[in-house]
């Protein structure tokens, strides 16, 4: 099993049917996976969930999709310059001994020119101090409206095969 984190908690995110593109991807693919929208998190989690604080429903989720699976794709839209504070404070709240040793694919989401490259650089730094092994192919999807089409796919042939590449590296591991 994989999770795929669309990593926002904004209502009808754009991250959120980038995630749902990866998810058909895998399918295709034969593989079974997760879709785990940040938006689904119990509202109150920053305060209720952190720093030994116990919610049996966040454990629940970070359980289901974060500890379980050895494998996750995270999915983040670039806000001001990086990924947003939402999948900051979620990973604060996950128990470092728990995901040491799992391997990530990240993938960015811009309307502007990063394709929230920064924002993926940031989240590589994270992930490899809490000791997650990060694909090094990391799409960077910019001007995110002209690249996706009516059906949610990606439509430019390079950005897929970027897509491919990473997601067989991914699974090969
Ligand atoms: C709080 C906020 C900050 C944003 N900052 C940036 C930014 O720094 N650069 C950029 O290209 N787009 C920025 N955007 C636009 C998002 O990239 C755009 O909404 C895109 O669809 C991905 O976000 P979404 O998954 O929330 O839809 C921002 C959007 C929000 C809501």
């Known amino acids: 099993m994989i999770t795929i984190v669309a990593g926002t908690n904004r209502k009808n995110s754009v991250t959120l049917k980038v995630a749902q593109y990866y998810e ?7 593989k079974s996976c997760q879709v785990l929208d940040l938006a689904k998190l119990p509202e109150d989690f920053v305060f209720s969930s952190l720093y030994g604080e116990q919610n049996s ?3 629940k989720i970070t359980q289901q999709y974060i500890f379980e699976p050895s494998k996750l794709i995270v999915v983040t839209p670039e806000y001001n310059g990086s990924f947003p504070g939402i999948m900051k404070s979620f990973i604060d709240g996950w128990d470092p001994r728990k995901v040491s040793g ?3 694919a990240l993938a960015g989401v811009s309307s502007g020119r990063q394709g929230n490259a920064r924002g ?3 989240l590589t730094n994270i992930f490899n101090y809490l000791k997650i092994n990060v694909i090094p192919v990391k799409p ?3 001007q995110i409206s002209t ?4 059906k949610g796919e990606v439509s430019d042939d390079g950005m897929n095969d970027l897509i491919q590449l990473q997601l067989d590296l991914l699974l090969e591991k």
């Open 57 to 59: 429903r966040f454990l």
């Open 120 to 122: 993926m650089d940031d």
């Open 147 to 150: 690249l996706l089409n009516e």
């Open 24 to 30: 058909k991807l895998l399918n295709e693919k034969g």
């Open 102 to 104: 799992k391997w990530v």
């Open 140 to 142: 960077p999807l910019s």
